[in-house]
């Protein structure tokens, strides 16, 4: 890691932690500036964090769309 990355990963694990039930949506995420000790982006932060796996990603949930189902005949 580079030098600037831990303050960048506590900035980011931060925001995660204060957020209710410590959890943010990944676009939400992605649309942050920077945090000011961090000179990498958001975008390489969450690819670190979740390479690290001190950030968990979870599929979105699947829901029942009537419209979506394909068509017997």
């Known amino acids: 890691p580079l030098p ?3 303050a960048g990963r506590r900035a980011v694990l931060a925001v995660v932690r204060r957020a209710r039930h410590r959890e943010v949506l990944l676009g ?3 649309e942050r500036r920077a945090p000011p000790g961090a000179r990498l982006g958001v975008g390489y932060l969450l690819h670190d964090l979740l390479g690290a796996q ?3 990603r979870y599929p979105p ?3 029942f769309d009537p419209c979506m189902t394909p068509s017997l005949s």
Request: aromatic share 0%.
């Open 4 to 6: 600037s990355a831990p």
């Open 28 to 30: 939400e995420l992605r």
């Open 54 to 56: 001190l950030l968990r």
């Open 61 to 63: 949930p699947v829901t």
